[in-house]
RNA sequence: CGGGGCGUAGCACAGCCUGGUAGUGCGCUCGGUUUGGGACCGAGAGGCCGCAAGUUCGAAUCUUGCCGCCCCGACCA
């Protein structure tokens, strides 16, 4: 940040004024950019002080703090049962992809070669010229190692000694790791070199059953975004031109974040017959006929920490949604002497066991360094849901101070059946900030008919739904001369024929423009 | 890879133009006063000024080279 940053007005009117450098500080040590303001800079900041992760020392890549990946282990959880409750075992395969592999299905080769690291030697040895290692020409590989961009490739180039029979299928696996893709440009969760996700690899025996599998995981996906992050999605298609590489059919998960851009959330590939054949992976059926295995892959990543934070959080901070946060309540104690707060402990202690008892993540704040008012700032930065603040006016009136992260509203509550009532509050917060987000998409969601109204309206942001010709030609003009792209062909909705909004020749049904992260 | 910017304390930055004892805020340590929405006062600790060479009596400051990072574009979950 410096001094001619549009978001602080201030500076341009005196920026070679030392006291701008100081007003700034003063300023950046509390308040966030607002979202208003600078969009950008808000998520930035938000990631960075709610202790999420920070930029490494490695270029492009993140270090994934301890409240950041605390997320993730919670998601992973979440998604993790689902997986097992539809069939699906976890295991693990290489971080290396022989070259020789990658190259065997052609359009997914494609696809990923530009972003792929190389591991092309297996020694350093020390400089002779001087200090420090040098890389060992002696120790040339044989062949490159590709550092796993997808996993496809190595998985089934396996499957091929694991599938003979009808019998042997769905072959149904899982594998949570980290994944490589060499980025131009990074940004925290949203977009880094290395990131971690889960890729999920199946095999069935008929084209039926993949798509059926494709589909599923795909509702599993957007259960898991609705019902645990509170984001709505669009279940949809990928245009053939946005399809992962290799991929029959590409379908998609797509969210509105609260600057209108679109992100997508997840993916669910049928892969048809492409990598069976390309690994030659065949199958005996009930026939005895040798037959090509039908393949799908899933996928969601640490992303999703990007989208939950883009989706919910405003001008203080982190708003995390309470199935999700990894502390959901934080009690505070309000104190002047160290005998208040023993006495407010007292209080306390028996209601902590309690909400532990049912099942809630609570943590009691009486750390005596920071004051409560310091407190009441930093959780709500760090979005936790629910904050109790128990001072000694409380223990007198047997009430306690409830105050819920995503309205900001605070009220007095009687200390008795506390804990039902932070049950049922956090029950509530997750459905508002789910509604609030639903209600957001659906106020920036346009019928948009005309191309002057796209053009107008694409500026503004926000989803809009128009008609289009199907043709490539079409989707890449209006990518090049509005920055929109197709987000999707949505499942749900009904076909409806009109005229593409760009082109004027017939359309089926309408699909979803928006510019995306 | 093209265009722009920046490397000075843990963080954010000033100082550089015009060479001469390395500074400010936040954070940190200690002491005191405070404590229902980011407290205040006092005393401290903390620096190969990105690296290397050059100019000079003297370089954070001038010159040259290198390295790194950030932003804007093309690529992408």
Not at 269 to 274: D, M, R, S, T, V
Not at 393 to 416: C, F, H, Q, Y
Request: hydrophobic share 40%.
């Amino acid at each position: 940040m410096n001094c001619a940053d549009a978001s602080f007005p201030v500076s341009f009117l005196f920026p070679q004024n030392p006291l701008c450098a100081l007003w700034l500080n003063d300023f950046m040590s509390k308040a966030l950019p607002k979202r208003s303001e600078n969009y950008s800079e808000w998520y930035n900041e938000i990631v960075k002080r709610a202790d999420l992760a920070e930029n490494s020392a490695v270029r492009g890549c993140m270090v994934i703090k301890p409240y950041g990946y605390a997320i993730w282990e919670k998601m992973q959880r979440a998604l993790d049962d689902m997986f097992k409750a539809t069939g699906h075992q976890n295991a693990y395969f290489p971080l290396f992809v022989p070259k020789s592999f990658l190259e065997k299905e052609e359009e997914h080769a494609e696809g990923f070669a530009k972003e792929c690291a190389v591991v092309t030697h297996y020694r350093l040895k020390a400089n002779p010229d001087g200090k420090g290692l040098i890389v060992d020409p002696n120790a040339k590989l044989e062949e490159e190692l590709i550092v796993r961009p997808t996993s496809e490739a190595v998985i089934w180039n396996t499957y091929k000694n694991w599938i003979q029979s009808w019998r042997d299928l769905p072959l149904l696996i899982n594998q949570w790791c980290n994944i490589v893709r060499w980025e131009m440009r990074t940004r925290l969760f949203l977009r880094t070199t290395e990131f971690l996700w889960q890729e999920g690899h199946t095999a069935h025996a008929t084209e039926n059953e993949a798509i059926e599998e494709a589909e599923r995981m795909l509702e599993v996906y957007a259960t898991f975004a609705e019902n645990w992050i509170g984001l709505p999605v669009i279940l949809g298609l990928k245009t053939p031109n946005e399809r992962f590489a290799g991929a029959i059919e590409t379908y998609c998960i797509e969210a509105m974040m609260q600057d209108g851009k679109a992100l997508q959330a997840g993916t669910s590939h049928f892969l048809g017959q492409n990598f069976a054949k390309a690994f030659d992976v065949k199958f005996v059926n009930k026939e005895n006929q040798l037959e090509f295995a039908w393949a799908t892959s899933w996928g969601v990543t640490t992303r999703m920490i990007g989208a939950l934070i883009m989706a919910h959080s405003d001008d203080n901070g982190l708003v995390l949604p309470p199935k999700l946060a990894p502390v959901q309540v934080v009690i505070i104690p309000i104190y002047k002497t160290p005998e208040d707060l023993a006495t407010i402990s007292e209080k306390v202690n028996p209601l902590f066991e309690e909400l532990k008892a049912a099942g809630i993540s609570v943590k009691y704040d009486d750390s005596e360094h920071q004051r409560s008012g310091w407190k009441f700032a930093e959780y709500e930065l760090r979005g936790v849901p629910v904050r109790l603040g128990i001072g000694m006016r409380d223990l007198e009136n047997g009430t306690v101070e409830v105050a819920r992260r995503d309205t900001l509203s605070k009220e007095s509550k009687p200390i008795d059946g506390i804990v039902q009532h932070v049950r049922l509050l956090l029950d509530e917060i997750q459905e508002n900030i789910y509604n609030k987000a639903l209600k957001f998409r659906e106020e920036n969601t346009f019928m948009v008919d005309t191309w002057d109204q796209f053009k107008e309206q694409i500026e503004k942001g926000g989803f809009l739904m128009a008609h289009w010709d199907g043709t490539a030609e079409t989707e890449a003009a209006i990518k090049e001369e509005t920055k929109a792209t197709i987000r999707c062909i949505p499942l749900l909705s009904a076909e409806m024929a009109g005229k593409c909004v760009y082109s004027g020749k017939d359309s089926a049904k309408r699909v979803v423009f928006a510019r995306a992260y």
